[in-house]
Each structure stands twice: as C-alpha cells, then as structure tokens.
C-alpha cells in the first residue's frame, strides 16, 4: 500500500526525467496525503510536426479515484491505491487501465510497519536509493458530477512487495522505468495484455529504507524534518510489554 508520498524535486528535474516541456514552477511537497491534488502524466495531443518532444502532459488530479459510474462519491470508499494483479478485471479499475493509464511523479513514499499484537508502528521514509524520481504506474478517472462539474482523480498501482522491504509491508508502488513511459502510456496500441510485464515491484536494490519519526504521521507536518533519519523502535519489546501487561490485567471477555 501507499497511503503517503513526497515530491521534493525542481520542477527541472521533474521535467529532464518525464520530458514534459513548460511546468508551472511548483514547491517542494514532503507529505502528500490521499484527497490532496497531485501532479500526473498523461498522454497529451500530438506535437507540431517536426518536435522531437514526447507526447506528455503534466495535470492536477484529486489523490483518490471515483470510477465514472459512481453515483454519490461520499458513499463510495476513497480509492488511493489499484493492486496491480487485478486492476485489469476489477470494476473499479477496469476501464481506467485500459484506457487512462499515468505515471505519478514521486521523490520517494511513506510506509509503516506494524506490530500485529499492539499498536505500535514504525515509519520509513522510503526514496529511490540513487535519491531520483521515481515514476508510480497510476490509473486515472474523471468524474463528472449530477451538476456537471468535472474531477480528474488517480489511484497508484500496487504489487506484491519482495524482501527485504516485504519486513515492512506487503505491498509495494509498481514503478515504470523511463524506457518504459511510451508504452505504459500509449493506450491506443497497447492494450492491458501487452504491458501486464511491468506491473511487478521494483527489485529490491531500487529504493532505501530509512527509519523517521513519527511527525510523519500527522498531514500537517509537511518540513524536511519527517524525512529525517530517526532510531527505529523496537517493536519487538512492544510486543513483550505487551503480553506481559496482558499477563496482569483482568482477564479478556474474549
């Protein structure tokens, strides 16, 4: 899973890795959370003849995606995340892996690592290991309300996490690498069959793991301070505390 994320590179560097000419300046975001708007590439109309410019666009879109078919999204679950394996099948997701797929620019994501008897989680900053962007396989939507008024939302891809990141959790951001981007994109000649092969985790050298704070955790911290390296707990022990705590309290009902 990915429930939070970070886009702390230049609009530059944004722009060399995606080859996306004439980006609005943007600033550095730390803590990008599900319903806030995020930058997406997208396949744009064909360039004058002659450019050598790839056929990209960069858009705004909602963090969370509302297939066209929903009626009231206030009753329909918040769609941050597509599992890759099922994403070509699911309802949800059927229409847009078909025919709206998009790359999310990310300088890295936040996970956390959870100890199953107690409510103890650690939290890893989780950037490419050679710090540079990284392109998440997205599917995007847009949603045309009773009112008429239109909402292009997004949903990051996921696979099945190798070690030794699966310590951490079991899901992983399917990541498309630039040599890729073309044909993730091209909807028009590329059907689901023919780009089912990148839909796999990265392998495991592709992104560091670093232990941070637990500042992470609140939306409203969003400073450079939340990637900052941390000791790591020791869920281990909480597990301990725990079961010893449970040994002299009164007895579960259950």
């Not at 609009?11 to 980006?23: C, L, R, S």
């Not at 909402?151 to 899901?171: C, G, M, Q, W, Y």
């Not at 796999?200 to 409203?220: G, H, I, Q, R």
């Amino acid at each position: 899973m990915c429930g939070r994320f970070s886009l702390i590179h230049t609009p530059g560097e944004f722009e060399q890795y995606f080859g996306v000419p004439g980006v609005e300046a943007f600033p550095p975001r730390y803590n990008i959370a599900p319903t806030q708007p995020v930058l997406v590439v997208t396949p744009s109309p064909p360039r004058p003849e002659g450019s050598n410019l790839p056929y990209r666009e960069a858009k705004l879109m909602r963090w969370g995606l509302i297939p066209s078919w929903v009626k009231d999204p206030k009753e329909f679950p918040l769609l941050i995340n597509a599992r890759s394996e099922t994403a070509a099948t699911k309802n949800s997701f059927r229409a847009a892996m078909r025919h709206r797929r998009g790359l999310l620019p990310a300088s890295g994501f936040y996970e956390w690592q959870r100890d199953p008897n107690t409510k103890q989680s650690q939290a890893w900053w989780v950037p490419k290991a050679d710090r540079g962007m990284a392109a998440f396989a997205a599917l995007f939507e847009t949603y045309i309300s009773s009112d008429g008024s239109e909402l292009d939302t997004v949903a990051i891809l996921t696979a099945e996490a190798k070690p030794p990141f699966s310590e951490i959790h079991n899901r992983i951001p399917v990541t498309i690498q630039p040599v890729d981007f073309d044909r993730w994109l091209d909807v028009k000649n590329h059907d689901t069959k023919v780009v089912s092969d990148l839909l796999v985790a990265p392998s495991p050298d592709y992104f560091e793991t670093v232990p941070v704070s637990d500042l992470v955790n609140k939306v409203a911290n969003s400073g450079p301070e939340i990637q900052k390296r941390a000791e790591p707990k020791d869920l281990s022990k909480s597990t301990q505390s725990a079961s010893s705590k449970s040994e002299t309290d009164q007895p579960s009902l259950f």
